[in-house]
Structures are given as C-alpha cells and as structure tokens.
C-alpha cells in the first residue's frame, strides 16, 4: 500500500477515538495499575504487569493480580518493607518463562532502585540532550546494578542489541502520557509525551506494514525508530497515541 499521509492520519485518529476509551481497561493489562491511586503504587504495579505482558491478555491480567495479592495490594509498601520471608511465596510464581527465581530478583531490584536511584520515573530520565531510548538503556543498567540471575536479564529488553522493547516502552506509554479518556495515567511529569516510542508488537507491526508506514520487516529497534518517526509526523506532540489505533485494528483484525 502507498501511503498518503493525509488518509492515514484521518483513519488513525478515527480509529484513536474508537479504541482510546474507558472500555478499553477492563480488557487490558493497564486495569492493573488502575486499582491504585499512589504514584509509587501505579508505576510498580505498572511495571511488573508491563513485564509479564505477552501471551493472552487475560492470561496476563490473573497472573498480574495473583503478584499484587502476593503484595498485599500495597505495591510500594511491600518493596520497601518486605522480608526475606515475605518474598517466599514469590518463589512459587511462574507467568510463561518469567519464574520465582526471576520475581524475587525483580522485587529486590526494585528496592534498590528506589533505595539508591530515586525510583523508576528518576531512572528513565535520560542524559540531557540525549533522546529516550538512552533513558531505557540507562534504566536497564541501573536495574541490574546488583547481582542478578543470567536467566533475568531476558526480561528487560536491550534496545542497543536491537530489542524492540515493546514492554517498556508500553509502560512507558502508561507513565508519561496524559489521556483526556482516562486509560493512561501521566503521572511522570520529566518526560514528553513526544519522546515516547510506539510499543511495536504483532499487532502493531502486521498493521502498520499493511498501511503501508512501516518498511522494516523485523520488529526490532531500527523498525520503533521507522515508525515513532512517522507518527510523530502525524502528532509531534502525543505520537504513541496512535498505538491504540494500529494494535485496535490488529487485534479486532480489521484487515
């Protein structure tokens, strides 16, 4: 397909406004992070959903919630207080190839973030002048500042090897930009909603290829790039917004 700017963008905004809704949460692994109200709260429990998300979404949202339960419903407060005893239960947690050896690692590295590096919005920050992608890489390095299985290392994507990093980046989606409709929480205020990247997933990729705006056949980092650069030419200022669209039509198998 040929792309004319001017039809894809009048489409993708139309589609912004069917799938950017509050129906939409209930159904998504973002219903997490919406049981909570703290900062601290929504972005751990946020983060710990974003990294178990792939397979089935309602795989995704049980096993989401079984971790919370596990933590008392109080996210922050069980990271910064919770014994070694406390963490035994995790040791039985399992979602796909993410297991109990890799959930107590997560739970004590993320201690230790807030601990020693001002809590994960501080660590996502990237170098002034430096565009966001540098802010993930720096993150990832913060979170394995302590000793670590090798086995977890896979669970947090490494854009400079040429990861997608869908999972953070859709995390990141949630944190920083402000939605008028309510499902994403814009509680992170020292990044732009216009540095986001578009989290690029089957559904995202098979989509925009389909339209014709994605030339990459890889979902990988160099293919993030392509397309964040063309929805930025769409909406300069809230680019990922289109993310909705392209994984709405994919899910939903508009083509």
Same mark, same amino acid.
Request: proline fraction near 6%; aromatic fraction near 12%.
């Given at each position: 397909?040929?792309?004319?700017?001017?039809?894809?963008?009048?489409?993708?905004?139309?589609?912004?406004?069917?799938?950017?809704?509050? &129906?939409?949460?209930?159904?998504?692994?973002? %219903?997490?992070?919406? @049981?909570?109200?703290?900062?601290?709260?929504? *972005?751990? /429990?946020?983060?710990?959903?974003?990294i178990i998300s792939w397979g089935q979404r309602k795989t995704i949202?049980?096993?989401?919630?079984?971790?919370?339960?596990?933590?008392?419903?109080?996210?922050?407060?069980?990271?910064?207080?919770?014994?070694?005893?406390?963490?035994?239960?995790?040791?039985?947690?399992?979602?796909?190839?993410?297991?109990? &050896?890799?959930?107590?690692?997560?739970?004590? %590295?993320?201690?230790? @973030?807030?601990?020693?590096?001002?809590?994960? *919005?501080? /660590?996502?920050?990237?170098?002034?002048?430096?565009?966001?992608?540098?802010?993930?890489?720096?993150?990832?390095?913060?979170?394995?500042?302590?000793?670590?299985?090798?086995?977890?290392?896979?669970?947090?994507?490494?854009?400079?090897?040429?990861?997608?990093?869908?999972?953070?980046?859709?995390?990141?989606?949630?944190?920083?930009?402000?939605?008028?409709?309510?499902?994403?929480?814009?509680?992170?205020?020292?990044?732009?909603?216009?540095?986001?990247?578009?989290?690029?997933?089957?559904?995202?990729?098979?989509?925009?290829?389909?339209?014709?705006?994605?030339?990459?056949?890889?979902?990988?980092?160099?293919?993030?790039?392509?397309l964040t650069g063309y929805l930025r030419m769409l909406d300069p200022?809230?680019?990922?917004?289109?993310?909705?669209?392209?994984?709405?039509?994919?899910?939903?198998?508009?083509?």
């Amino acid at each position: 397909m040929n792309p004319n700017p001017v039809f894809i963008k009048n489409l993708l905004d139309r589609k912004v406004d069917e799938y950017n809704s509050l &129906e939409f949460i209930p159904k998504d692994p973002v %219903s997490i992070p919406h @049981m909570f109200n703290n900062k601290e709260d929504i *972005e751990i /429990s946020g983060f710990l959903t974003a990294i178990i998300s792939w397979g089935q979404r309602k795989t995704i949202i049980t096993n989401a919630t079984r971790l919370i339960r596990l933590m008392d419903h109080a996210p922050y407060d069980f990271i910064m207080h919770s014994s070694d005893k406390d963490l035994m239960p995790f040791k039985q947690f399992k979602h796909r190839t993410f297991n109990g &050896e890799d959930c107590l690692y997560f739970m004590k %590295s993320l201690q230790n @973030m807030y601990l020693h590096y001002g809590g994960l *919005e501080a /660590s996502f920050i990237p170098p002034e002048g430096k565009e966001l992608v540098e802010g993930i890489i720096q993150f990832r390095r913060r979170f394995f500042s302590v000793p670590f299985p090798a086995r977890s290392a896979k669970h947090i994507a490494n854009p400079s090897e040429g990861a997608s990093a869908k999972r953070i980046n859709m995390f990141l989606r949630w944190m920083v930009r402000k939605d008028e409709c309510g499902v994403d929480f814009g509680i992170w205020k020292n990044i732009r909603p216009s540095r986001l990247y578009c989290p690029l997933d089957v559904h995202t990729g098979e989509v925009a290829r389909k339209l014709g705006i994605l030339k990459t056949k890889q979902n990988n980092w160099q293919a993030v790039e392509e397309l964040t650069g063309y929805l930025r030419m769409l909406d300069p200022e809230d680019p990922v917004k289109y993310d909705y669209a392209l994984f709405g039509m994919g899910v939903n198998k508009e083509f």
